[in-house]
């Protein structure tokens, strides 16, 4: 069982920043050397289910590359795509910046486009407060800095 890439909803543009787009295409070439380097070793059995693995690893990977769409974050006032922010929420500073669902990673800060804290942000300006409603409840947000 191949395990499903990051969830994006059904007719949502896959939007990507450039690294995103990179890091997409570093996954390919990993796939493709891994495929690659199978060795059979006498097992030709098991080296045909993981090279089967792999196409099918490769497959869901291509048609996310295939449908993204590369947006090049731009210094803007407001909160878009793209864009890396300082902001407070209930008192902690935390720095964020709105990714593609393939280069989303909460621990470094990277939080998808499709997410309710994204959409929550979008648009605000750095010195608005606001609150937001996501899944761990209501949060009051203040915008610090927009890069």
Do not use: W
């Amino acid at each position: 069982m191949v395990p499903p890439r990051a969830f994006l909803p059904a007719g949502v543009v896959n939007y990507v920043t450039p690294t995103g787009m990179e890091l997409l295409m570093q996954e390919r070439q990993q796939i493709l050397d891994e495929r690659d380097a199978i060795d059979t070793g006498g097992q030709e059995a098991d080296a045909r289910v993981m090279r089967n693995f792999l196409n099918a690893k490769l497959e869901l990977l291509e048609n996310r590359i295939k449908i993204a769409k590369v947006m090049e974050p731009k210094k803007r006032d407001e909160i878009a795509f793209g864009s890396r922010v300082s902001v407070r929420m209930n008192g902690e500073e935390m720095q964020l910046q709105i990714t593609g669902v393939d280069e989303a990673n909460a621990a470094q800060g990277k939080i998808p486009f499709t997410s309710p804290m994204a959409k929550g942000l979008f648009g605000h300006h750095v010195g608005d407060v606001f609150d937001i409603s996501i899944p761990t409840g209501i949060k009051t947000i203040k915008v610090l800095k927009i890069e």
